[in-house]
């Protein structure tokens, strides 16, 4: 959230959930009543952590005033998150923030409203593909992707990082390739963080491509390190 690793204060988040608005609608001539889709609605309502006084935790975080938060939640299968597991990622304003206590510990709760103004409107799904789990790299990738879709598409996507630090200036990338080798790969087109620094605090960000942008079918994570020697990232 916002750069920062809370996966080892987090206790509960819930519901991650997409609903669509639906009006009632049918032309004269139909037979049965139909539905029109309207605007989807991304949902992360709750954030629950054990209180902290750390500097980099939900405490911290959250007692820095309400706002907008940009949350991504990779989710491992069965083992801690790897490349190709599913990830929630979205931007949400905070509502509120309490703390209650459990049983023989103190929880934070950080409370969300519905999908923040400053998200990506122009798509309608907080789902995504794990290229890098949380860790450090001091060189650029020479290995293989992931398969996202089984297939190349044409409807854009979102590329989304959090830099939760680095020694100096370093630039992450998605990289788009028809074939799973090496030598394939090339840069996505705008699925970049530009030059960033965290050397004094986390960067973070959610690109949007072009809605109609083509994405080959295998895609795997890139840096290009600037005065930064190492990084420690997720996208």
């Given at each position: 959230?916002?750069?920062?690793?809370?996966?080892?204060?987090?206790?509960?988040v819930a519901?991650?959930?997409?609903?669509f608005?639906?009006a009632?609608?049918?032309?004269?001539?139909?037979?049965?009543?139909?539905?029109?889709m309207?605007?989807?609605?991304v949902?992360?309502q709750?954030?629950?952590g054990f209180?902290?006084n750390?500097?980099a935790?939900?405490?911290?975080?959250?007692n820095?005033g309400?706002g907008?938060?940009?949350?991504?939640?990779?989710i491992g299968?069965?083992?801690?998150?790897?490349?190709?597991n599913?990830?929630f990622?979205w931007?949400?304003?905070?509502?509120?923030?309490?703390?209650?206590q459990?049983?023989g510990?103190v929880a934070?709760n950080i409370?969300?409203?519905?999908s923040?103004?400053a998200?990506?409107?122009?798509?309608?799904?907080?789902w995504?593909?794990?290229?890098?789990?949380?860790?450090?790299?001091?060189?650029a990738?020479?290995?293989?992707g992931?398969?996202?879709?089984?297939?190349q598409?044409?409807k854009g996507?979102i590329?989304?990082y959090?830099l939760?630090?680095?020694d100096?200036?370093v630039?992450l990338?998605?990289q788009?390739?028809?074939?799973?080798?090496?030598?394939?790969?090339a840069?996505?087109s705008g699925a970049?963080s530009?030059?960033v620094d965290a050397?004094v605090?986390?960067?973070?960000g959610?690109?949007?491509l072009?809605?109609t942008a083509?994405v080959?079918?295998y895609l795997?994570w890139?840096?290009s390190?600037?005065?930064?020697t190492?990084a420690?990232?997720?996208?």
């Open positions: 959230m916002d750069g920062y690793d809370l996966s080892g204060y987090e206790r509960v519901p991650m959930s997409q609903t608005d639906v009632p609608e049918s032309a004269l001539s139909d037979g049965v009543q139909n539905i029109i309207g605007r989807c609605m949902q992360m709750n954030y629950n209180l902290d750390d500097t935790g939900a405490f911290a975080l959250s820095a309400n907008t938060r940009n949350v991504l939640i990779a299968v069965n083992a801690a998150p790897a490349a190709g599913p990830i990622a931007k949400f304003e905070q509502v509120g923030y309490s703390v209650e459990g049983n510990f934070a409370n969300f409203g519905d923040s103004y998200a990506p409107l122009t798509y309608s799904t907080p995504g593909v794990l290229l890098h789990a949380g860790g450090a790299e001091t060189a990738n020479t290995g293989t992931v398969d996202d879709f089984g297939a598409t044409t996507g590329f989304v959090q939760l630090s680095s100096g200036t630039t990338k998605a788009d390739a028809s074939s799973n080798l090496d030598g394939s790969f840069d996505l970049t530009g030059s050397s605090s986390p960067k973070f959610m690109i949007s072009s809605a083509t080959k079918r795997r890139q840096l390190l600037g005065t930064a190492t420690t990232f997720v996208c």
